[in-house]
């Protein structure tokens, strides 16, 4: 490490560079910071081990908490544990029904198949190599020659083709999956010649799928607690006094059908507790005594330490007029008229010094209603802006929940540093895992708000609180999406006090390989929502969050990673909500996600998964990648350097190779077509002259990865937009993307004319929070754990944190060579003025699409009735969509009249950096106007667009997005 750099780190974990916290709250007592997945220090909740317990091997004493199990043994016991991680290195049989196992045996010749169990996870091979040891039950089964039915292979397609055996009906199957389970088959001479331990999930759905309550459940004189958990030998509930205080008493559960469940007073109400749960954990190939938090919890204890039993419906726990909150929710006549605004909680308002310091970061930031971000947001909802879409806000891992264990730079001592210099993201990763920030897509608890956005993660606070966040945004007419994350869990194993779920039931919440590995695809430990019980946990979830806290949308992270069954299980669920029975109107509830199909449910390998194709005819939205790439140029994966449609392309060159001038014109023409699609709402059915000359639908038009661009059967379907959390700001694009000469005026352009095309097109737009005010992340590529310092928003409109330093070498440091000299050029950094210029155009362009309903489209019929591209095919100039709306007129009654104030409209984008003169014979003779909100706009040069209706002719400024009206006499 550099000197400089060591000196600063040393710097920064004293004085110069770490602030001082307000302590916390002195009825709590001090903790330390939550564990990390697998680590000794989560052994807080409590984990011992039980030694195998078999005849021919010593019982070994209950290990320490925290124990690693690393003593030195006798012989035997080492013989013995090497033999087990010997015998069960995967699990590739899969138990799929009560009376049916399948096995991809190794041996199609063997003699015989049988089924063995160890209630204390004894299991090993005979040293002789003569069959299985320790076992408390052995089953012959029989081969089952119809194969496996059609029931199992629809669940679990991609075990399709294994043999099936059959379990004898007299086998107690309830009892045996509470044990270490393994089959085995054997020659002729009584030789094992494969051995592989079981998958559970399809038992367990076939005999204990359970539809009835789960969690707590309050009454006017008891508290019920009800934990599914079917593999479990024994659960108990330990209650503590308080969320630091030490045990009141651990109580047995009684179990029912895989249900265990107690009964107690009222006064339970407000303990805290946690489940200890007896079970078999096949990833230690141990039964483990495990202390859990409530997967159902509403209330939790900071960092999750303990579950909070809380009625989350008592009247302490609401803000004022909480219950009459249905009747002031912002208007939504239909979700065609959404607009999306990508929040993070924090982002929002950490910098803000008009909320006061205490609620800076936090869910209470948004009840400042005179706030600088509360005016911003009220500034874009009074445009048209509908939904803010919040990051992250349920319990997640990486943040502790105890603000005084928080460390922070001093920001003042960072910005001393150049701007390409590599101090501040060095002083940012020292204490990344220490500080307040991260986005969030760690999930722990899905049920309960998290406690590092609350004043207090004990007790009500994060529950009160987020009501008023609600609430809040609610009254300034925004209403309130939540990010939600089922496809992937923080931590599984039976260690840390971020795993939960597979604590439990072991393998059960996790989606496994064929080897009986747990599947990451999706980040770490993917959750399968194609087992009965993980599509219920997230319905349930989902109708907890809008009935309790009334949100008013979702968006799935990863929702191709969900099974498109669950997808349609929670829209429909959402959807029968009531004002009378349950004070929301779920008819107003916008599903959407990202519906990238990759990894292990790619092709639909695993059942029929949310992708973008599946999701078609839903009426669920996708993120609109190809609409993206298309606009900026390239892939958030490939070459930084790859140039788009608004990006100069073909137009003005930035020196990287990309073909010739005929190459990159007709890759220019190519992504012309996709946007073209994209401003049609995406519909795989809309029929676009392409610049080749043909009529192809959108279905047809592909990307260069040869998948369809047109995928949606509605424009609903679709959410448009150019950035998002994930990857750089949109400037950051732009500044990464364009020629170096290119100024920082023109980049502004480029930044409004990306937008415009989202807030024009049929669908719904989504931008990400700081599009409208040039924000900077200083070329951060994936800033999740970058701190408050890289993601800054200034709702001041002093800076767009453009030029804070090299971006965190994680995840750019490859990219460095190129972003110093860029982020070291002075005419790079825009001014407050440009800031003020883009907001305002951006504003005009949601005024627009709010102006008329010509723009928003809630149907394919009359998106492709309506809606014609004029400068297609082969002959088009390069860089200019022209695209025109229709409404009825005097000479088209067959159509409905929609806009009362307008029969055409007419937009115009040219991404040209010259003004550009086309004359189009089909749109003469009309009585096109230029806007009127583009007629009063701060934009010179929008002001200066023109149409000449003897010709047909436009005449559009460079970089700049017209859009031309016929108003009705």
Known sequence: MPMQVNMLLHRHLNSPFTLPIPP???????RGPPARAHSARAAALGTWRRAPAAAAL??????????????????????AAEAIQAFMPDARAYWVTSSLIAWNVSDPEASSVCLYASRGAALHLSPSNRGIQGYDSKVELQPEHAGLPESVTEKFPFISSYRAFRVPSSVD??????????????SADGKHTDVTGLQLPGVLDDMFAYTGPL??????EAVSLHLWAPTAQEVSVRFFDGPVGPVLETLQLKEFNGVWSITGPRDWENRYYLYEVDV????????????????YARGLSANGERTWLVDINCESMKPPSWDELADEKPKLDSFSDITIYELHIRDFSAHDSTVDCNSRGGFQAFTYQDSAGMQHLQKLSDAGLTHVHLLPSFHFAGVDDIKSNWKCVDECELAKFPPGSDMQQAAIAAIKEEDPYNWGYNPVLWGVPKGSYASNPDGPSRIIEYRQMVQALNRVGLRVVMDVVYNHLNSSGPFGITSVLDKIVPGYYVRRDIKGQIENSAAMNNTASEHFMVDRLIVDDLLNWAVNYKVDGFRFDLMGHIMKRTMMRAKSALQSLTRDAHGVDGSKIYLYGEGWDFGEVARNQRGINGSQLNMSGTGIGSFNDRMRDAVNGGNPFGNPLQQGFTTGLFLQPNGFYQGNEADTRAALATYADHIQIGLAGNLRDYILISHTGEAKKGSEIYTFDGLPVGYTSSPIETINYVSAHDNETLFDVISLKTLTDVSVDERCRINVLASSMMALSQGIPFFHAGDEILRSKSIDRDSYNSGDWFNKLDFSYETNNWGVGLPPSEKN?????????????????????HILAVLESFVDILKIRYSSPLFRLSTASDTKERVQFHNTGPSAMPGVIVMSIEDARNDSPQMAQLDANFSYVVVVFNVCPHEVSMDIPALASMALELHPVQVSSSDALVRQSAYEAATGRFIVPRRTASVFVEPRC
């Open 24 to 30: 916390r709250s002195s009825s709590a007592s001090p």
């Open 58 to 79: 010593p019982r070994k004493p209950p290990m320490a908490v925290g124990d690693t199990g690393a003593s030195a043994g006798t012989a035997v016991e080492n013989q």
């Open 173 to 186: 199957v309830a009892s045996l999956v509470k044990c270490q389970l393994v089959v085995a088959s054997f």
């Open 215 to 220: 969690g707590a459940v309050f009454s006017e």
């Open 280 to 295: 078999y954990h096949p990833s230690k190939a141990l039964v483990e005594k495990v202390l859990a938090d409530d997967p």
């Open 813 to 833: 440091e490859d990219n460095w060579p190129l972003i110093k000299p860029k982020l070291e050029n002075p005419f790079f950094k825009p001014a407050k003025r």
